[in-house]
């Protein structure tokens, strides 16, 4: 039977883990607590290896760069990066205003949380992230710091021996071993969060929700799958459906059950491998889209808002409807690689209709209600984006 499983491809692996979770959670919900351990242990592998991973690798590749490798790359990859999230957040309003949900604002503010209470903020965090402590940067997970040391070190060592040069592309291989192993448990791994999440879940705390929840996940996916091949099309000129359908197949489904973009940098990195992208490009574009690269955050944001605004009969205007795009975007990119970061961000968009901080908690409690499908959802979105733009800019070019 190991044998058999061995020989399957990895998507093939994780399908078959998706049914047979489902089907486990359906009829044994008891045992959800015992193989969750499985998804658990998965998560927590990729997202420790995650941190070392991107430094090393983009210490590496930028160390040992070439002129004319990759960093040509890099701008038209991180247009695309800010012009997908301006189109997703315009779609967002769009979709709020055809469908417009209402919200069940009778909850009790979640008063423990601390949201930030402007740009201004989400902007002065950003910044101080970037010199942050690198031991302290790895120790947290914070990519922006991580990214900042990897650069500033890999421009250094650029003119270092290339005895040395050759040990950190070394310790980028050995690394990358790590990351095989890792992804090869990932069927067992799905396995375990899909039980643990269908069966903790269910479907009656999301019925209140369900209209909300349809509006949220249809705009997300019109933007997977119009928005995005159009971009897509637009800088490969061909049909871009099969990289589309690729990435959402490899990295969408894993990203929907980790709910971390930060966890699905290893998986990106792994499917770029596989597609003939330069490692040059990748292993910093796509660390760096899973820190800012946040289109299905900026629908969370944009639509959410629009709820609650909705909701308590606030009339909006063309203009501040514009205004809300553009501060999802900023928002959206200071939201964190780990499930549920936007949803503390939605006070900032909040706080443009005069919006008090306690009804705005409220919205982020009710997000928090349909996380379950939102943020996975959300997830799959940014990462799938993230290995598709790069894959689309970098193999364009080839």
Sequence with gaps: MFSALARLSLVSGILIAIVLGGLVAYFFPESASYVSILGDLFMKALKSVAPILVFILVLASIANFKVG?????LKPILGMYVIGMLLAATTAVIASNLFPSTLILTIDPETQLQPPSS?????????????SNPVTALHEANFIGILAWAVGLGIALRHASDTTRQV???IADGVNSIIRIVISFAPLGIFGLVVATFAQAGLDTLTNYAHLIVVLVA????????????????VMK??????????????????FFTRSSAANIPVNLDLAKRLGVSESTASVSIPLGATI???????????????????????VDFFTMVVLSVVSVVTACGASGVAGGSLLLIPVACGLFGISSETAMQVVAIGMVISVLQDSTE??????????FTSAVDLSKK
């Design 238 to 255: 061909k049909n871009p459906y099969p990289l589309v359908f690729k990435c959402l197949e490899e990295s969408g489904i894993t990203a």
């Design 119 to 131: 740009i201004a903020e989400v902007l002065k965090t950003l910044l101080l992230n970037f010199i």
């Design 69 to 73: 490798q990759g960093a040509s790359n």
């Design 219 to 234: 705009t997300m996916a019109f933007v997977a799958l119009i928005i995005n091949p159009i971009l897509v099309a637009i």
């Design 293 to 315: 690269n946040m289109a299905g955050a900026a629908v969370t944001i944009t639509i959410l808002t629009l709820a609650a605004v909705n909701t308590m009969n606030i009339e």
């Design 379 to 388: 997830t799959a979105l940014n990462s799938s984006t993230d290995i598709l």
């Design 168 to 170: 950190l592309t070394d």
